[in-house]
């Protein structure tokens, strides 16, 4: 049971880059895509596990695309056993470039990223991750 929790906690932890710094860094993640039709809408990614302690625990990501180019990327990660739970919000604005999305966050923190994109029906892989369309 550990081992699979490790294993969820592993590929689960990163839905992008958690740290970032003061002045511009750039972070680019590969991997296959093709031409994103629209990524318009609301779409989430939950993983629920248990760590190495025996805690449950959740981290959830949603990124809000809007047809204006504005983009919202909340994280949520919850300590389920104790009921803990802290939320981190970035905002800034986007721009697809064939298949990738370049994603320019200017709060909390200035960060720039550079998405392989792909959606196919209600969902949308973003690095390659996969993420259900919660609201168009």
């Known amino acids: 049971m550990?081992?699979?929790a490790a294993l969820v906690l592993t590929l689960g932890a990163c839905d992008g880059p958690g740290v970032v710094s003061p002045g511009r860094p750039v972070?680019?993640?590969s991997g296959a895509g093709s031409a994103a039709a629209s990524i318009v809408g609301?779409?989430?990614r939950a993983l629920y596990f248990l760590d190495d302690f025996g805690i449950a625990r959740?981290?959830?990501t949603s990124w809000q695309f809007t047809a204006g180019g504005a983009v919202t990327r909340i994280v949520v990660t919850r300590n389920l056993?104790?009921?803990l739970v802290d939320v981190q919000v970035s905002a800034?604005?986007?721009q697809l470039q064939g298949a990738r999305v370049a994603v320019d966050l200017v709060t909390p923190?200035?960060?720039q990223l550079t998405l392989d994109v792909r959606r196919v029906g209600d969902e949308l892989e973003l690095a390659g991750q996969r993420y259900l369309?919660?609201?168009?």
């Open 2 to 4: 550990r081992a699979a």
């Open 109 to 111: 923190s200035p960060a």
């Open 58 to 60: 959740s981290s959830e």
């Open 81 to 83: 056993t104790f009921g």
């Open 92 to 94: 800034g604005r986007y």
């Open 133 to 136: 369309l919660v609201a168009p």
């Open 42 to 44: 609301t779409w989430r």
């Open 27 to 29: 972070v680019g993640i």
